[in-house]
């Protein structure tokens, strides 16, 4: 694989920024790469190959490179480098553990304080997954259910439960990513999303808490049975 080509429209999103760090940038172009599966599960990571990719010397490279690491983005193997870390059920079913049960507690914090404009703001976005769902755009449903799930964490108001749910993000949406294919075509999280929305309005926490969970638990099954069989 082309690493030069394959990261350049990352760093291409934090050009300009000059707030970024040359190691937080080199983080932020990788782990959107991993995120978006354009680095798959098992890819070799060379130090050498992202520093020409992103014009940057290697001591930079390998801060972001070892940070990855301890997020468990990236694998450091002996004598072989760095390697995209695989998507394991096991791992998953503990991230789901945790992150079903506080976006529950999000959901319930958001449904006391949420305004009109984001209530438009949810509304438009399940419009989009419908429109996206239409034109057959699973990349494009998964990225708007990941804003979806995102814009009601941050509603919640709470910068440490959104921190902890931040810091498993990645990890979910790359999972869901890899086994949206083999799922069942998503319409079900529509219907759900619109449930979730309307308890919202109605500023009842507890109904929206419950239907959030519920959500949650119907997708985490589907993707840890996608990849029961794929792992094998």
Not at 2 to 17: D, H, M, N, R, V
Not at 60 to 76: D, K, S
Not at 83 to 97: N, Q, S
Request: hydrophobic share 40%.
């Amino acid at each position: 694989m082309e690493i030069t080509a394959t990261l350049t429209p990352f760093a291409q999103q934090l050009e300009g920024l000059d707030q970024y760090r040359l190691p937080l940038r080199a983080y932020h172009t990788v782990r959107l790469a991993i995120r978006d599966l354009v680095l798959p599960p098992g890819q070799a990571i060379l130090e050498r190959e992202i520093s020409e990719a992103l014009e940057m010397s290697r001591t930079p490279v390998r801060e972001a490179l070892v940070r990855l690491e301890t997020e468990g983005m990236l694998t450091l193997v002996p004598r072989r480098g760095f390697i995209v870390a695989p998507i394991e059920a096991d791992d998953l079913r503990e991230i789901y553990a945790i992150i079903g049960t506080l976006d529950g507690l999000a959901i319930e914090l958001a449904a006391e304080r949420s305004e009109e404009e984001l209530l438009v703001q949810l509304d438009s976005i399940i419009d989009s997954q419908e429109e996206a769902l239409r034109s057959g755009d699973l990349k494009k449903w998964s990225s708007l259910d990941d804003e979806f799930h995102d814009r009601i964490v941050r509603c919640a108001g709470n910068q440490r439960l959104t921190g902890i749910i931040d810091s498993y993000a990645d990890q979910s949406y790359r999972a869901r990513l890899y086994t949206i294919a083999e799922r069942p075509v998503p319409k079900r999280s529509i219907i759900e999303h619109r449930a979730i929305l309307a308890a919202m309005r109605a500023n009842d926490g507890k109904a929206a808490r419950m239907l959030m969970e519920s959500h949650r638990s119907r997708a985490q099954k589907e993707i840890l049975e996608v990849l029961s069989r794929t792992n094998k």
